[in-house]
């Protein structure tokens, strides 16, 4: 078994961004983070962009979103993952920094770090063929990324390296079971679906600079996993869809 090269990096990526993020925040003007804020946003929507016009099925893609953010929404992982963060945060000694806005910069913080489809699709690859190219990409753009994040959410961010690492490596050593399921339909669907969602990431950055209401991005997971399931279902049908 060779060593995960991008998993690795992309981990390290994370809390390298996220130190010098929160030591840089201190002497950054605000106009210079709300800018970094709104190009990183901007760079998101384009990416998400990218990647959903690589679906194979329209109306996978749709289903999958549809039905993942009803699912979401009704087991609550957006507020699952809320109520953690700061029972984490008490323990460590941040309880009193635990604002609502800092939250969901922290909610945001784990749908990049640790669900992106980017991120699950590239622990795969490694898994399946050794390919760490995707992770090493998402590694540059998350070091960036979450460095802007961490200069407001200061350095509890790098601990989020720890559920990307554990969601990354099951990704990587079960690779080999899933792949009879992962044709070339169900990969081009479940990186259009990820893009749906770095949409969503990118659209959040805005919102939070420009007083929008924001979206529950974390709500919104479970299409990943019903991207695959539909388009295996799909494949099934006598008809194309």
């Not at 194979?56 to 609550?76: D, M, P």
């Not at 690492?165 to 990704?171: A, G, H, N, P, R």
Request: charged letters at 10%.
């Amino acid at each position: 078994m060779k060593f995960p090269i991008g998993i690795a990096a992309n981990v390290a990526a994370v809390i390298l961004g996220g130190l010098i993020g929160s030591v840089i925040g201190r002497y950054l003007p605000k106009r210079v983070t709300e800018m970094l804020y709104m190009s990183f946003g901007f760079c998101a929507l384009c990416i998400g962009v990218a990647s959903v016009v690589k679906l194979h099925s329209l109306t996978v893609v749709i289903l999958s979103v549809l039905f993942g953010g009803v699912i979401g929404e009704l087991c609550r992982i957006d507020s699952g993952v809320q109520r953690l963060i700061r029972f984490i945060m008490g323990r460590i000694g941040q309880k009193q920094d635990a604002s609502q806005e800092r939250m969901e910069l922290l909610c945001l913080a784990m749908a990049i770090i640790a669900f992106s489809g980017t991120g699950i699709f590239g622990a795969l690859s490694e898994g399946l063929d050794a390919d760490h190219s995707i992770l090493l990409a998402k590694s540059v753009l998350d070091l960036f990324t979450i460095m802007v994040i961490a200069t407001q959410t200061g350095w509890f961010v790098t601990t989020f390296s720890i559920p990307q690492l554990i969601v990354f490596t099951l990704c990587f050593f079960t690779a080999s079971w899933i792949a009879p399921v992962l044709t070339q339909e169900a990969i081009g669907n479940f990186k259009a679906v990820g893009g749906v969602l770095t949409f969503m990431v990118g659209y959040n950055m805005l919102a939070g600079q420009t007083g929008l209401k924001k979206i529950r991005v974390l709500n919104a997971v479970p299409a990943l996993v019903l991207s695959v399931v539909f388009s295996w279902a799909a494949g099934l049908l006598p008809f194309t869809i």
